[in-house]
């Protein structure tokens, strides 16, 4: 069973600096595509970290660490 795309209302939550990515609303995408660079989406990060756009998996961990 498919779910209409709510795009639009994925977009006013989205916390991505990056406004001219084709991805940004479509989260199944952006998730497929940071993923297959093993990367995370920049929703999961800080936003001072975020706004670097470096999405790699050691930032995040760096990001977080010491925070939890
Ligand atoms: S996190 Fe990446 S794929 Fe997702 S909206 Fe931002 S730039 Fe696009």
């Known amino acids: 069973m498919s779910r209409p795309c709510i ?3 994925n977009i ?3 916390t991505c600096t990056y406004h001219h ?3 940004k609303g479509l989260c199944c995408e952006c998730i497929s595509y940071h993923r297959a660079s093993g990367e ?3 929703c999961l ?3 001072e970290v975020e706004r ?3 999405r790699s998996i050691e930032a995040f961990v760096r ?3 010491g925070k939890l």
């Open 45 to 47: 990060f800080p936003p």
């Open 21 to 23: 990515c084709a991805r």
């Open 12 to 14: 006013r939550k989205c």
């Open 63 to 65: 990001a977080y660490s």
């Open 7 to 9: 795009q639009d209302k």
């Open 52 to 54: 670097t756009y470096d």
């Open 40 to 42: 995370l989406p920049g």
